[in-house]
Structures are given as C-alpha cells and as structure tokens.
C-alpha cells in the first residue's frame, strides 16, 4: 500500500495550490480519505476528510471557504484543492486513509506561504 502525495510548494499569501494523493494498493472509495498537516512545533491536526459512500465533506474551521476536498475514483487519487493561502497554512500537508483498523498515511507535501 503506498499514497503519495505531491503539488506542494511555495507560494505568496493569497495563492492557490492543489494537492494530489494518488494510492496504489487501496482502493479510495473503500476508506475515509482525509488531509492532515502539521506545523514545525505544532501537533498534526485534521485539514478536510470525505466519507466512502455520498461523498460527504468535513472541514477544519481555519480552512472552511478556502479549501475543497474532493476524489476521483477512477484515478484512485485524493485532491485538495488550497485558495485564499495564508502564512498559517504553512505546513507538511499529509494524506491519510481509513478503513475500521486499516490506516494509511502518505510521506507528506512541504506547503510554504510567503511572500
């Protein structure tokens, strides 16, 4: 099982990015899919997650309105797709999968805002 993630970068305060996580070894549309991201000095804290069936969405409160999860199932690969960038979003941004007792997560994408 492997997810990995990229698109990550620098960016200016205001920009956008979007993420990818593209799995080998899970199917996405089994597992909860979620990102997650954690900053130097700071605990990982969830970003955005969407359910197996219906596709529903959840959101940590600093990003609602900015940022959009999304997946495509027949390229097995999780999006999340980053606007209105902020300094505090500066973080290593990882992918992760659910399934009862069956976790997975990605290596991680640097995601730096800066002017």
């Known amino acids: 099982v492997q997810l990995v993630e990229s698109g990550g970068g620098l960016v200016q305060p205001g920009g956008s990015l979007r993420l990818s996580c593209a799995a080998s070894g899970v199917t996405f549309s089994s597992y909860v899919t979620s990102w997650y991201r954690q900053a130097p000095g700071k605990e990982r804290e969830l970003v955005a997650s969407?359910?197996?069936?219906?596709?529903?969405?959840n959101y940590a409160d600093s990003v609602k309105g900015r940022f959009t999860i999304s997946r495509d199932n027949a390229k097995n690969t999780v999006y999340l797709q980053m606007n209105s960038l902020k300094s505090e979003d500066t973080a290593m941004y990882y992918c992760?999968?659910?399934?009862?007792?069956?976790?997975?997560w990605g290596q991680g994408t640097q995601v730096t805002v800066s002017s």
């Open positions: 992760y999968a659910n399934y009862g007792v069956r976790t997975y």
């Open positions: 969407i359910v197996r069936v219906g596709g529903a969405t």
